[in-house]
């Protein structure tokens, strides 16, 4: 996922401000994913769980960027391609695509952003690993959203 995301920033970056804050937003998201998970370069103790505050720290931040392109982004996409009913198609086809991985991110922030002592982590690093298979399709909608506002 951080290997897309550095395609997609030398793809995208300098064309517009926003695309560029988002892809920053993203970018720390992916680090965070990426410490909890013990993805390389992080490591992570064999059958040891993150603690507590680092997994509310993630859902903090994957909460954040869910919201920030339902109620930001994708209408400032939006706004800026408004000129080309092209856009306006794909975003209406992606924009449902985006909002059933946007359901995940919740389901996984209901599960885990509130943990205690006494929570069952057994299920964490399966729930984790589909977030982020989620997530990898969203970052793949989300680029060819904004594709869409650089071609302009």
Aim: aromatic share 10%.
């Amino acid at each position: 996922m951080l290997k897309k995301l550095e395609q997609a920033a030398e793809k995208f970056s300098g064309s517009h401000d926003i695309i560029d804050t988002w892809l920053d937003e993203r970018k720390q998201l992916l680090v965070q994913y990426c410490q909890l998970a013990g993805l390389p370069p992080f490591e992570k103790a064999e059958n040891a769980f993150p603690e507590s505050n680092s997994i509310e720290s993630f859902c903090e931040i994957l909460m954040d960027y869910v919201s920030a392109g339902h109620f930001e982004m994708y209408d400032k996409i939006l706004a800026e391609c408004d000129a080309d009913s092209n856009a306006q198609k794909l975003a209406e086809e992606l924009y449902p695509q985006i909002s059933s991985t946007t359901d995940a991110a919740l389901t996984f922030n209901d599960s885990f952003a509130n943990l205690s002592e006494n929570d069952d982590l057994s299920k964490f690093d399966i729930s984790l690993a589909q977030l982020g298979q989620q997530m990898e399709e969203r970052f793949e909608l989300e680029d060819r959203l904004i594709g869409t506002l650089v071609k302009n």
